[in-house]
């Protein structure tokens, strides 16, 4: 009995609160009647006017809100071209509108509307914030916008500030690809739900350690509930191979739940020429020069799936739990290198020629998966979260080189020919605690705790084939054992007064490592704990004017492939190799800058590096082998000056200038020769100028012309040739922006190629690289369903999946 009573008591209150939730209904149209699709509607707070529900109309004009709670609300319709229509009701039961007219709007019509603003730049005490909602910038893609980003260099396929790499965040998320991926996933995302840009050139305690400057991409927050969906889709046509992408996005949003599902393929080719010369010295004489012409073409058929499902159990609590996978299976990936080499004797006489064919079959499976728990406390923006992390890291190569040697005549001498099979298996776990404290509308604390768990095991077996017989080389069989532990606390606090900001941050991290090679018997341990402040004060002169100083400290630890000392070969006497031995590189930087008319900023930087650890190219003139591999040099020091603007010269014509002169200095030692100390360094400019262009009233055709031009700069021991080019994009928005089409050319001139020099002591090198660089671009962009959503995309990745890459 008392069973029952309880039951029907659940019942009746489960009916109770289901009574209490309404909805409101009507269908929208205009003066002829026609129905209106993918009107905004919206449900406002009578108090603070702030959202409280939404939707958008369907193909028929149709809408519906439900789930709707009693109270009195402002219902407000908007559409571009017609008057707002808004109302002002009390929800106590059900409403149909029934049919809603919307008023064209005249002045709209008569084209004296303003359709979109200049992207605008605001500073906050630890970051540059570029602000592109609703600009002219919002119809490009993210790629696009990083190029008018203040202090961002986009060139050569890499994102840099101040001549480092950039860490890509999504709403303070990690985003783990290559650099290639990444460029190719924002060059495939619109711009269109992108809220802002941050540039954090000293990223705060709050960010790991690991790695340099952070640009985080924040996406505008979502109001309405429904499904949309998009399909892009790019063409490139080289000097050698056309590549492709293709992908589609799919994301859906109810009251309490947002799921985001993307798939993308890009199957290409790229081919790039290699012309090396290399002088052999003793006793200060060349006796030998070798020519090489290397021809590469790499092939690719990565896939990639990124999904998230975010549910808001109530108004405090959220859990959510996001993937993202790399898939390249077997014959995904394929790597060919024909390659000549010319050896001359000390007068210049053609020696003797060798010829290798070599043939790299890999696969690669990456699969990340992020389980991210928030609370929100009872102290308005006080919030405890909580993140679990695994990676499961599988990459396997099999290497086929074959090698023919011959006389001038070409008289087959001797044949050569090896086989090797390699893999790498890296598993990662990671669990992370951050809570946020507001202490008061001016003052804020942070403070976090994170753990990491990295294990690799790398294995190698080579093998000579002879008479089509292959034999195991016992002595060239490896496996190579790596676990490294991170333990990792941080806590930062800032305050704004009147005029100044401030913001001080420390981080601390224990790092206990050791990696060991089965073939050698050695062993590698090292454990270290390193602290790592950040200070960032600013004066606000006045509302246009700022001067701001930054320091942070940062470390850069070796990717597990670096560790590997495995051998992979080009050729016979060309090997790339990593070094289990590798320290960790710390950097400490200085930025002073100045901020006036908020258009035009000028910074001086100051960066020092130890232990920097560089692709270091070696000729071993005993034995006639070029050797690759990561060492750490001394030290590497570099200052400069940069200056960038973002200035209307017209009001269809925007102007983005960015120029930074620096001077580089790398102090390396030499191997094999006594360890002598070695100074390069130069001078550097960097210069970059885009010319934005907007036509048509509703600015829907745009224009990218772009000039970039970089002197000679160095890299340890290597002076990199100048380089310069430019790009020109076009790009027409069609069908009320559900679709775009662009077309362009990449290095309209073909001047983007480079050279490479190392020449110091018993060093003679040069490199001569062509690539693809000019190539044609067409792309397409079609948005469905309610594709006036603005999307939940979300990329969960810690920053230890960054040191996951395939050797080269």
Known sequence: MIFRIISCLVLLCSFLSFSQEYSISGKLIDINEEPIAYANVVLLDMQDSNP?????????????????????????????????????????????????????????????????????????????????????????NVLDVLKHTPGVIVHDGSIKIKQSNAVVYMNDKRVYLTEQEILQLLEATTANNIKSIEVITNPPAKYDAEGGAVINIKTIKNIVSGYRGSVTGDYKQGSEYPKYSFGTSHFFKTKKLNTYFNYSISPRKDFRNLKDKVNFIENSEIVSSWDSDYNRTRETKNQNINASIDYEIDDRNTLSFSTNMLLAPNEGGRNDVNSLTEIFDSNKVLDSTFETINKAVYETFNLAFTLDYVHQLKKEGEQLSFSAHHTSYD?????????????PDGTLIRNNRFQTISSQNVNLYTGQVDYILPISNSESFEAGLKFSSINSDGRLNQYTVQNQLRNERMDERDMFLYDEKNYAMYSSYSKDWEAWSLKLGLRGEYTDLIGNSLSTGVTNKNDYFKLFPSLYVQ??????????????????????????????????????????????????????????????????????????????????????????????????????????????????????????????????????????????DNWTFYGQVINYFSFLSDNSLTADLSLVYMSPYINGPRVISERAGVDLKLRKNLWNNRASVSVGVTDIFNTQNFSTTSKYLNQDLFSDSTMENRMFTFGFNYK????????????????????????K
């Not at 369903?785 to 890459?805: I, Q, T």
């Open 52 to 140: 409280i529900f939404g939707t958008t109309t369907n193909e028929s004009g149709d809408f519906t809100v439900i789930n709707i709670k009693p109270e009195k609300y402002e219902i407000k319709i908007t559409y571009l071209g017609f008057k707002p229509f808004t109302k002002n009701i009390f929800v106590d039961n059900n409403i149909d509108f029934g049919e809603i007219v919307l008023e064209e709007n005249q002045q709209e019509l008569e084209g004296v509307i303003v359709i979109a603003k200049r992207p605008t730049i605001t500073r906050s005490v630890d970051r540059l914030v570029f602000n592109v909602e609703n600009s002219t910038l919002s119809n490009s």
């Open 395 to 407: 990459y396997s190569r099999f290497q086929d080189v074959d090698t023919d040697y011959a006389f």
């Open 539 to 680: 004066r606000n002169i006045n509302e246009n004017n700022q001067v701001y100083l930054n320091y942070n400290r940062g470390i850069y630890r070796p990717k597990y492939n670096e560790l590997n000392p495995f051998e992979y070969f080009l050729n016979d006497n060309t090997i790339l190799s990593g070094n289990p031995n590798l320290l960790p590189q710390i950097d400490d930087q200085f930025i002073l800058g100045y901020t006036f008319n908020q258009n035009y900023t000028f910074e001086v930087f100051y960066r020092y590096e130890d232990n920097p650890n560089i692709d270091f190219v070696f000729q071993e003139n005993d034995n006639r082998i070029i050797r690759h591999s990561y060492v750490n040099i001394d030290y590497a020091m570099s200052y400069g000056l940069d200056f960038t603007t973002y200035a209307p010269i017209t009001k269809h014509w925007n102007l983005y200038i960015l120029s930074s002169i620096f001077y580089n200095e790398n102090n390396f030692f030499v191997p094999d020769n006594n360890n002598t100390l070695i100074k390069n």
């Open 784 to 807: 469905f369903g309610n594709f006036r959503l603005n999307e939940n995309r979300r990329s969960s990745e810690v920053k230890e999946r960054d040191r996951l890459s395939q050797p």
